[in-house]
């Protein structure tokens, strides 16, 4: 079975703290993404990576930085929280480019005072 | 206007009945179309692709109608376990690997 496995399940910081949230997969996958899920809005595209060292943005990469340093861990760093950034976050994995399903995390509850 | 749109329910059915979601799709290159199962407080997990001719699974069934840009999924026999928020899905063109996803429709099984 796939396994994709998040940090946290709960976070609470304050505004202004720098927040690092931490994916991993064990199943060897190129892609990774993080998505911000809020209701009413769906889940968003924050950021993408196809593979070691690269990124690319998604529908919605302002106040949020990634990094892929090893194919298996793929980071979202909030630089400076914000209020607006309380959300629930969502990493996935997908085996390669050009295939589809996406496995994902349990998610991490963001709370940002 | 959202790339996908569906209506969000609720959906309160009772056990048996047969219940049928909608969602369309703005971006006619749209390539491949899923739907997509998320339990409460749950991540999202892939229930089935959509294809143009159709395609079955057990009790559940997806079309696909590309010239109207319209997905649909049919639940037959609906179980108390098949409560949850059930997610459109389409890709993009050019980045394959890209998912849109749709706000989700509550379905909401009961005796």
């Known amino acids: 079975d796939v396994k994709v496995t998040q940090s946290s399940r709960y976070l609470v910081k304050r505004t202004g703290e720098k927040v690092f949230l931490e994916c991993v997969q064990d199943?060897?996958?190129?892609?990774m993404f993080w998505y911000r899920q809020d209701p009413g809005l769906g889940l968003r595209l924050i950021y993408f990576?196809?593979?070691?060292?690269?990124?690319e943005k998604g529908d919605i990469p302002e106040g949020y930085s990634v990094s892929r340093e090893k194919k298996e861990r793929f980071s979202l760093i909030l630089e400076s929280a914000s209020t607006n950034q309380t959300s629930m976050y969502l990493c996935?994995?997908?085996?390669?480019?050009?295939?589809?399903?996406?496995?994902f995390g349990p998610g991490t509850r963001l709370t940002v005072l | 206007r959202k790339e996908v749109e569906q209506d969000p329910g609720p959906f309160n059915v009772p056990e048996g009945a047969t219940v049928a979601f909608n969602c369309t799709y703005s971006?006619?290159?749209?390539?491949?179309f899923f739907w997509y199962r998320q339990d409460c407080r749950k991540e999202p997990k892939l229930l089935m692709s959509?294809?143009?001719s159709g395609n079955e699974d057990g009790r559940f069934t997806a079309q696909l109608n590309r010239a109207s840009q319209y997905i649909s999924l049919l639940i037959r026999d609906s179980k108390l376990s098949d409560s949850a928020t059930y997610l459109c899905?389409?890709?993009?063109?050019?980045?394959?690997?890209?998912?849109?996803f749709g706000t989700g429709t509550r379905l909401q099984v009961t005796l």
């Open positions: 996935a994995s997908s085996v390669h480019r050009g295939y589809n399903e996406q496995f």
């Open positions: 199943m060897d996958h190129e892609n």
């Open positions: 990576s196809y593979d070691v060292k690269m990124k």
């Open positions: 971006n006619s290159a749209s390539q491949s």
């Open positions: 959509v294809y143009s």
């Open positions: 899905v389409v890709t993009g063109t050019g980045t394959a690997s890209k998912l849109t």
